[in-house]
């Protein structure tokens, strides 16, 4: 069974970009969450989709967005880049259910310079 | 509202030697709660979780936590350190609906030859 897979792996973007993360969840797993991780904060939740619905949220500016197609995967937009955004983006899917165990993808690490 | 926190960012112990690691949480409801381990660059991994019934609870690579109620503590042990263990560490209570995680900041594990 394929685990998590989030593309790209590694991204550089200049300040005032924006990038579009991807994250492609465990078959047959229908809830995604997304979350950030810098040295300083730890790990912050962002938001969870489930069924292509945006179901809880974090505390994050709207410059953050994300969405999920019917397939379940699903896509984590950030718009206007700083460099504070600089970080290592996580992706979790989890099965059937709440509060079920969730698995994390490898994350993607952005850059902004 | 859910939290942890994780005593001692960093923790150092000889090969061999008892591993512990502390976390505390706050929930309003009775919490499940979670350690997952993150080796560099990589996601986080689950090691063990707790729902509902036996308090203690075995996970992989032989670590083990158990919840206790009356101090609202979640410790993570192993018996005997191994160099591979050597890596950063994360308690997480999830939110009552949803796939929310609330981690603690990590303690990061020194496995000393």
């Known amino acids: 069974k394929a685990g998590v897979t989030q593309t790209p792996r590694y991204l550089i973007k200049t300040r005032g970009q924006q990038v579009t993360l991807s994250c492609s969840p465990i078959?047959?797993?229908?809830?995604v969450s997304w979350y950030q991780q810098t040295p300083g904060q730890g790990l912050q939740f962002l938001f969870e989709y489930f069924s292509e619905t945006q179901r809880n949220k974090g505390n994050f500016p709207g410059r953050f967005s994300g969405r999920q197609f019917s397939n379940s995967r699903s896509e984590m937009n950030v718009s206007t880049l700083e460099l504070g955004d600089s970080a290592l983006y996580l992706c979790?899917?989890?099965?059937?259910?709440?509060?079920?165990?969730?698995?994390f993808g490898q994350g993607t690490r952005l850059t902004v310079v | 509202a859910q939290s942890v926190t994780q005593l001692g960012s960093h923790v150092s112990v000889s090969e061999g030697a008892l591993v512990l690691l502390r976390c505390n949480y706050s929930s309003s409801v009775p919490p499940y709660l979670f350690w997952y381990v993150q080796y560099p660059n990589q996601g986080l991994q689950l090691l063990l979780k707790?729902?509902?019934?036996?308090?203690l609870v075995k996970g992989i690579n032989g670590f083990e936590a158990e919840f206790k109620k009356s101090e609202t503590s979640f410790h993570l042990t192993k018996p005997s350190a191994h160099m591979s263990d050597a890596a950063e560490y994360f308690c997480?209570?999830?939110?009552?609906?949803?796939?929310?995680?609330?981690f603690g900041t990590g303690t990061s594990l020194t496995v000393i030859p």
């Open positions: 078959s047959g797993h229908r809830s």
């Open positions: 997480a209570v999830s939110a009552p609906t949803g796939n929310q995680f609330y």
């Open positions: 707790y729902t509902t019934g036996a308090t």
């Open positions: 979790a899917s989890s099965g059937p259910g709440t509060n079920t165990e969730a698995f």
